[in-house]
């Protein structure tokens, strides 16, 4: 059974979820706790093969690839480097996980239940945020970008909400409002991830 603690926080693009994940993993450093931020695609060979050959393509890649190439990064991910660190007690503040698989191809048009069963290696976390942020507003901030994934057209946000709203409604997923100030949306993270620990102490 593993010592340590595994948050997420899931998201549209530019909906702020690395902003927040690293106040968080901040917030808990200046409280005691040992806490570190990592993120999807990772750092691994296969990681920067998704950030390099797959997020920034002309066209997207079929939507089968995409969800087993995000799946063995997964894995290679959580082996070398999320369950070590696990193992050593440590709080690991992932900036998105396996709901991003599901929200982004299950949009493409995948089942759900099929993601789950090739991502069925990853452990469930302990805590898992998503931050709601309409996509209008989205819209609005990728626009701003130079450039762009093949993730972030109208309809493929408006898609990847939906589900990520479904699995708000089947209690995958604890649903902050992310269309507020940087620090009224910290300041909400900050008080379920501590009372999330507090209880786990108890």
Known sequence: MRKGWLICVEGLDKSGKTTQSRLLVEALVNMGFEAVYTSEPSSGEIGRFIKRYVLHRRRRLPATVEALLFAADRVDHIEREVKPMLDEGKIVVLDRYLYSSLAYQGAAGLDLKWIMEINKMAPKPDLAIYLDVPVEVIMMRIQKRQRRSVMESLETQLKVREIYLK????????????????????????????????????
């Open 167 to 202: 699995l708000v409604k089947e209690g995958y997923l604890l649903l902050i409002d992310g269309n507020r100030s940087i620090e009224e949306v910290s300041q909400d993270i900050r008080r379920i991830a501590v009372e999330a620990l507090r209880l786990k102490r108890e």
